[in-house]
């Protein structure tokens, strides 16, 4: 028998690491913040989303270039990006250094690697969201958290750069991110506001397995969240947490027939499921068969087919 997966959609700061060889294991000073210690449950994690508030130091971590002041602190933002002139001081004005063209463009500045340094720190809780024990309500404020300060900063980034390099997952040392081409400013600003699809599906499941899968090998855009049950995802959908559902046809159907405002926008994948019998146990095999033909000689079949399958 084959089981059918549908989707769902509504109608109308760095850590530490840890290493370890066929010698030596390495232990960390008790009460040292590892990447494996930092998220093993909501007070962890929210522990370790704390730090990403420092960005929120009183004044500004992000200031801007003289003669501009705080780009973040001051109606003089986007000055430096070259879009505004700055009427700030009263008498007189600051000239748009572009226009100028005297802008001196450095090797390295805070402004600019500060935002990156608390970019992948929201990036890190992002990757290891379904780790904490919690329930979905806490893990729902947890990556709320980190989106908002992946999303300021890269903001920050915009207000003094302009086009800039967005990143949406952790990097490593052979990441093409660290050497592509800036990015423009108005594809940031739109990953900033839309983002991935977030698509639900139930964890443990066969259709978690297969859209997990997919995602890593063909680099689909969009963000997995796991419930406990599907009726559990349906009404995230309802409720505008989540944009589409992946689930068993018959869940699915069954939403759709009690009258909920979703509908079937795609089919994906099958896979065969049936009774598991001892090679040996012959007695128990021919049991099995024959109770499957009298079941399917029986009209009630056609009954039971059209109320849970739909006659598919």
């Not at 992000?62 to 986007?78: E, F, K, Q």
């Not at 980190?146 to 302009?162: D, I, K, P, S």
């Amino acid at each position: 028998m084959k089981k059918i997966a549908y989707i769902l959609a509504i109608w109308a700061l760095a850590l530490g690491s840890t290493s370890c060889n066929d010698e030596f294991l390495e232990r960390y000073p008790e009460g040292t913040t590892t990447e494996a210690s930092a998220f093993t449950s909501y007070n962890s994690s929210m522990s370790y989303l704390l730090t990403l508030y420092n960005c929120f130091n009183g004044f500004t971590i992000y200031s801007g270039p003289n003669p501009v002041s705080g780009a973040l602190g001051t109606s003089t933002r986007d000055i430096w990006s070259g879009i505004l002139t700055n009427y700030g001081y009263g008498a007189g004005t600051v000239d748009n250094p572009y226009a100028a063209q005297n802008v001196s463009i450095p090797t390295s500045d805070g402004t600019y690697s500060t935002p990156y340094e608390f970019i992948r720190a929201a990036n890190l809780m992002l990757k290891h969201i379904q780790d904490p024990v919690c329930s979905d309500s806490e893990r729902l404020r947890l990556e709320a958290i980190a989106r908002f300060f992946r999303a300021f900063n890269h903001y920050a980034l915009m207000v003094n750069y302009g086009d800039i390099i967005y990143v949406d997952h952790l990097l490593d040392d052979t990441s093409p991110e660290l050497y592509k081409a800036r990015d423009s400013r108005l594809y940031v600003a739109d990953q900033i506001y839309n983002g991935k699809i977030k698509l639900g599906v139930q964890r443990g499941t066969n259709e978690h397995e297969m859209l997990q899968k997919a995602q890593a090998e063909k680099k689909y855009n969009y963000q997995l969240r796991f419930y406990d049950s599907g009726p559990m995802a349906i009404e995230d959908l309802l409720n505008g947490r989540i944009d589409a559902i992946g689930l068993d046809a018959a869940p699915a159907e069954d939403a759709m027939r009690k009258g909920k405002p979703v509908q079937e926008v795609g089919v994906f994948g099958s896979d065969e499921f049936g009774v598991a019998i001892r090679k040996d146990d012959a007695e128990t095999m021919k049991l099995v068969n024959e109770g499957y033909k009298l079941l399917k000689a029986d009209p009630y079949w056609k009954e039971l087919q059209a109320k849970y399958l739909g006659n598919k």
